[in-house]
């Protein structure tokens, strides 16, 4: 691609060669079926951080349906994110954290103290961490 100045000339060198590269690889008739190439620009860290805040909230709001308020100290997203950048899945990872990690531990939580309303989660020691008000916070 080497020193070309505008992005829109870098996405057209690199659409070409992905071209080049599916003809080699690909026959014919399986080329003739593609209509259009769509390239993605890997995520960085700050999208990630976006995409973990999303998810976050929207378990918040489920929760809340079952009247349960659920804080999300800011640790929580910036810890999945850089996960989810060192993970083959990526974004993936964030739903896999979520659904693996974070809400088991709220079920425990809700589980075992029937009445409580109130529910913060945060990182520690590189993992979710669910506390309730009446918990003393080290």
């Given at each position: 691609i080497g020193f070309m100045?505008?992005?829109?000339?870098?996405?057209?060198a690199l659409?070409?060669?992905i071209r080049k590269e599916l003809?080699?690889?690909l026959r014919p008739e399986l080329i003739n079926r593609l209509d259009h190439l769509c390239l993605f620009n890997p995520l960085d860290e700050?999208?990630?951080l976006q995409i973990a805040k999303n998810h976050l909230?929207?378990?918040?709001?489920r929760l809340l349906e079952?009247?349960?308020?659920?804080?999300?100290?800011?640790?929580?997203p910036v810890w999945m994110a850089r996960r989810a950048l060192e993970s083959k899945l990526r974004a993936r990872e964030i739903r896999r954290l979520i659904?693996?990690?974070?809400?088991?531990?709220i079920a425990e939580h809700l589980l075992s103290q029937k009445h409580l309303k109130n529910l913060r989660v945060r990182e520690k020691d590189g993992r979710p961490h669910v506390t309730s008000p009446r918990e003393v916070k080290p």
């Open positions: 100045g505008a992005e829109s000339d870098r996405h057209q659409e070409a060669d003809e080699e690889r700050h999208a990630m909230a929207e378990l918040a709001t079952k009247n349960v308020t659920l804080s999300i100290d800011p640790s929580l659904q693996n990690e974070v809400e088991p531990n």
